[in-house]
């Protein structure tokens, strides 16, 4: 990511056009290696500096949230030397790029289970989180030991243990109560969720949230997306139409 960024969103682009949140499904590492006979872990490097081409291109178009599934509650299943592979360049991502994201006043919010996380993981989330919380531009939304299925639960709990309490009634539940009980409370929904590799499924990633979201996926591995990749995504959302079931 570039120190100094400067916004030059292009004459085609007007700024009503362009989504307000994208949801990011970097996928594609592992394959991004293999078919350059390389091991899987030089897959997720690559895909850092990818991650960094995408927050440059944010910024670059005011893009106001980023929200990007970067390890999945299910990618604990993994081989082990992958695990500790992706956990270490997070960690060195998050050291190196912070004072960048401050420069350029981009916040940094982890979204997901922090339950059974080790220290030098909570202290990685707390600095990023602390570090940039008083940043009024980009809220970048890092979707870490995140499972859409599990947000859910925890939000239901959540909701049954205040009605248990007589916080709430039974008919104080309603979308509103439930998406602020959700690990994305305060966000506005996803206008378009955008996936690489080719492969069309959300992968258990905002799913309440998508309910109306666009989706635009793209053959190109992970490791690949640059510039001319984003400008594809906002050429393919600013030509869908919305209706949020309505008539158009």
């Known amino acids: 990511m570039d120190s100094a960024l400067a916004k030059s969103t292009p004459l085609e682009f007007t700024p009503d056009q362009l989504p307000v949140h994208i949801g990011v499904i970097m996928d594609g590492n592992g394959r991004w290696a293999q078919a350059r006979g390389k091991h899987r872990t030089e897959g997720h490097r690559a895909g850092v500096e990818a991650l960094r081409r995408l927050i440059t291109c944010a910024v670059e178009f005011d893009i106001k949230y980023l929200t990007i599934f970067s390890f999945s509650s299910e990618n604990w299943q ?25 420069q350029n006043n981009v916040r940094v919010r982890i979204l997901g289970s922090r339950v059974g996380l080790n220290n030098s993981v909570l202290k990685m989330i707390d600095d990023a989180e602390q570090r940039t919380q008083h940043c009024t531009g980009l809220q970048l939304n890092v979707a870490f030991n995140y499972g859409a299925r599990s947000e859910m639960l925890d939000a239901a709990k959540s909701i ?38 080719g492969e069309q499924r959300l992968s258990n990633f905002l799913l309440w949230q998508a309910a ?9 591995y992970w490791p690949d997306f640059d510039r001319a990749s984003f400008l594809r995504l906002l050429d393919a959302y600013t030509g869908r139409k919305r209706r949020f079931g309505c008539v158009g």
Request: proline share 4%; glycine share 6%.
């Open 212 to 220: 109306y979201s666009e989706f635009v996926f793209s053959e190109e």
């Open 78 to 102: 993994r081989p082990a030397d992958e695990v500790n592979t992706i956990l270490g360049l997070m960690k060195k991502f998050v050291a190196s790029d912070v004072g960048t994201f401050v």
């Open 160 to 197: 049954a243990a205040k009605v248990a309490s007589g916080e709430i009634q039974l008919d104080d539940i309603d979308e509103n109560l439930f998406s602020q009980s959700l690990y994305t409370t305060g966000l506005p929904d996803p206008d378009v969720i955008f996936r690489t590799s």
